[in-house]
């Protein structure tokens, strides 16, 4: 591999054992360099899905847009420790700042999309400069993380019966053998109730705001 050039392309598959001996083409890696994907949704779970099993998460960056137009030409994914956090403890005081864990990791995929639609990957790199999660730890990568709605609606109901919000995870915890096959974390359970509690608030203030105008 060029060390100047750190992309592997779709052109270069052929050659991917003998050119690219760092790297480790699994069935799970080929599957998903070859593929073709219909929309900006199956493209990202796809890589999600590639990146939860070798111990990373992902996040959306760049994009390009075809001429006149505002059909996406290119998207890109990265790693979630790509790039570093920019200082604000210059524009402002703050009493505790979270320390980052971005790396400047430089892994990321890059999705060429057809006008018609069409999402292929054009080149990637897929070196790591940090340690990856173990596989303990992967239900916990924030981009593997997703409360589905038969979850979500579990929550609510328990919620609005009074149940706490602790014991309504470990119950659904407990439900699928261990926290680590849920798919989401407490905090995401704490973060979903309070989101739900708030649209109720807002959307009973609506309400007597419809009901004074009534009047």
Same mark, same amino acid.
């Given at each position: 591999?060029? %060390?100047? &050039? #750190? ?26 360099? +070859?593929?073709?994907?219909?929309? =900006?949704?199956?493209?990202? $779970?796809?890589y999600? +899905?590639?990146a /939860?099993? /070798? !111990?990373?998460?992902?996040?959306? =960056? /760049?994009?390009?847009?075809? #001429? &006149?137009?505002?059909k996406?030409?290119?998207?890109v ?7 570093? @956090?920019?200082?604000? %403890?210059?524009? +402002?005081?703050? @009493?505790?700042?979270k ?6 990791? #430089? ?9 018609? !639609?069409?999402?292929? $990957?054009? &080149? ?18 924030r ?18 019966? !009074? ?13 699928? !053998?261990?926290v ?13 109730? +309070?989101? =739900?509690r708030?649209?109720?608030? =807002? ?10 105008? @009534?009047?």
């Amino acid at each position: 591999m060029d %060390e100047k &050039n #750190p992309f592997i392309t779709l052109e270069e598959l052929d050659d991917f054992d003998e050119t690219f001996g760092t790297y480790t083409l699994d069935d799970d890696f080929s599957y998903f360099l +070859q593929g073709v994907y219909k929309s =900006e949704k199956e493209a990202y $779970v796809k890589y999600c +899905q590639y990146a /939860h099993t /070798h !111990g990373f998460s992902v996040r959306k =960056e /760049h994009l390009s847009y075809w #001429p &006149n137009s505002r059909k996406l030409k290119s998207k890109v994914f990265v790693c979630s420790k790509s790039g570093f @956090k920019k200082d604000t %403890e210059k524009i +402002q005081k703050v @009493k505790f700042r979270k320390s980052s864990t971005r790396t400047g990791c #430089p892994v990321m995929v890059r999705f060429s999309v057809c006008e018609d !639609g069409i999402w292929t $990957v054009k &080149n990637l790199v897929e070196t790591h400069n940090h340690e990856l999660a173990k596989s303990d730890d992967q239900h916990l990568l924030r981009s593997s993380r997703h409360i589905t709605e038969e979850n979500a609606s579990v929550l609510k109901s328990m919620a609005d019966a !009074g149940i706490r919000t602790i014991n309504a995870f470990f119950y659904l915890s407990d439900e699928v !053998g261990g926290v680590e096959n849920l798919g989401f974390t407490k905090r995401d359970a704490y973060n979903y109730i +309070q989101k =739900e509690r708030r649209a109720k608030i =807002e959307n009973g203030d609506s309400n007597l705001l419809i009901e004074l105008f @009534k009047n």
